[in-house]
């Protein structure tokens, strides 16, 4: 047996030496490891919960992301699996989903459709908070489905899965079918892509960037999927850093209205609305 103290001061100082945020990072592998919060532990543990608290601590200071070691994160009032091959739900996105529940609640039994879904946190959350809603989660990765699937099947089951190309899904989707379009689309670019953090290559290159100048999606969602949306429908956008005004201005250059920006709870301009017009 092992002092369940001695274990958790060594973590936090092995993570406060490489800068890491340790308080809050120890508490949640320290969680993950021994299977509760360090202030709830006995006062032993055994040697194979040690073993397994060394060995996360050392994947998290080689800048594996905590989120991906502990197996799960929170995102509004749940829960999210997720791992390798998705992308890490993020706070600056509830904004968007809170976006496209307001949006939702305004139809009847609206139709919903979200691109990009990765883990499925949007669409999750509008399914919860709008249950008359009809929500599609599309996605083309298969490593993000794995979790799209099993947290759609614990936190929303009857959203929908669609495994597509946005670039090629509006071809089979009806005139005016559905009601909100909302995405938080890979928006990087590949100039800002070459100089993230360490920590973000762990995260699917395909969620992150566009692999050009960030807007492709934007461009692309924002013109072809206009013809899908109903009279009055939303489209909700996720926008990167600094991106909100040119999104704005292609909102506008194709017509809708309404155009809207919310800022994240870092006071961040992180969401943009619009309606289409009628």
Same mark, same amino acid.
């Given at each position: 047996?092992?002092?369940?103290?001695?274990?958790?001061?060594?973590?936090?100082?092995?993570?406060?030496?490489?800068?890491?945020?340790?308080n809050?990072?120890?508490?949640?592998?320290?969680?993950?490891?021994?299977?509760?919060?360090?202030?709830?532990?006995?006062?032993?543990?055994? %040697?194979?919960?040690?073993?397994? !608290?060394?060995?996360?601590? &050392?994947?998290?200071? =080689? /800048?594996?992301?905590?989120?991906?070691?502990?197996?799960?994160?929170?995102?509004?009032?749940?829960?999210?699996?997720?791992?390798?091959?998705?992308?890490i739900p993020?706070?600056?996105?509830?904004?968007?989903?809170?976006?496209?529940?307001?949006?939702?609640?305004?139809?009847n039994?609206?139709?919903v459709?979200?691109?990009?879904?990765?883990?499925?946190?949007?669409?999750?959350?509008?399914?919860?908070?709008?249950?008359?809603?009809?929500?599609?989660?599309?996605e083309?990765? %298969?490593?993000?489905?794995?979790? !799209?699937?099993?947290?759609? &099947?614990?936190?929303? =089951? /009857?959203?929908?899965?669609?495994?597509?190309?946005v670039?090629?899904?509006?071809?089979?989707?009806?005139?005016?079918?559905?009601?909100?379009?909302?995405?938080?689309?890979?928006?990087?670019?590949?100039?800002?892509?070459?100089?993230?953090?360490?920590?973000?290559?762990?995260?699917?290159?395909?969620?992150?960037?566009?692999?050009?100048?960030?807007?492709?999606?934007?461009?692309?969602?924002?013109?072809?999927?206009?013809?899908?949306?109903?009279?009055?429908?939303?489209?909700?956008?996720?926008?990167?850093?600094?991106?909100?005004?040119?999104?704005?201005?292609?909102?506008? /250059?194709?017509?809708?209205?309404?155009?809207?920006?919310?800022?994240?709870?870092?006071?961040?301009?992180?969401?943009?609305?619009?309606?289409?017009?009628?």
């Amino acid at each position: 047996m092992v002092n369940a103290a001695k274990c958790y001061f060594e973590m936090k100082r092995r993570l406060a030496d490489v800068g890491i945020c340790e308080n809050i990072e120890a508490r949640e592998l320290f969680r993950a490891a021994v299977g509760c919060y360090y202030i709830d532990s006995p006062e032993w543990i055994d %040697e194979a919960d040690s073993d397994k !608290l060394y060995d996360f601590t &050392s994947q998290r200071i =080689d /800048g594996r992301p905590l989120q991906y070691i502990v197996g799960s994160w929170s995102f509004l009032d749940f829960d999210l699996s997720i791992g390798e091959g998705v992308l890490i739900p993020r706070p600056d996105t509830e904004i968007v989903a809170e976006t496209a529940i307001e949006a939702a609640l305004k139809f009847n039994a609206p139709v919903v459709t979200d691109l990009c879904s990765g883990s499925g946190c949007i669409a999750i959350a509008v399914k919860r908070a709008v249950a008359n809603s009809s929500v599609i989660a599309a996605e083309l990765s %298969e490593q993000a489905m794995v979790y !799209l699937g099993k947290n759609i &099947s614990a936190l929303a =089951d /009857g959203v929908q899965v669609v495994k597509c190309d946005v670039f090629d899904y509006q071809q089979t989707l009806e005139d005016e079918s559905v009601d909100i379009i909302v995405s938080n689309p890979p928006y990087v670019s590949a100039d800002e892509y070459a100089r993230l953090e360490k920590e973000l290559y762990y995260e699917p290159k395909s969620a992150l960037t566009d692999g050009a100048d960030g807007y492709s999606f934007y461009r692309h969602i924002i013109s072809e999927y206009k013809r899908v949306l109903k009279p009055h429908g939303y489209i909700v956008l996720e926008a990167g850093d600094g991106m909100s005004e040119k999104i704005c201005e292609l909102l506008c /250059g194709c017509g809708y209205i309404e155009v809207t920006v919310k800022n994240d709870m870092f006071g961040l301009p992180r969401c943009v609305s619009a309606q289409k017009n009628v």
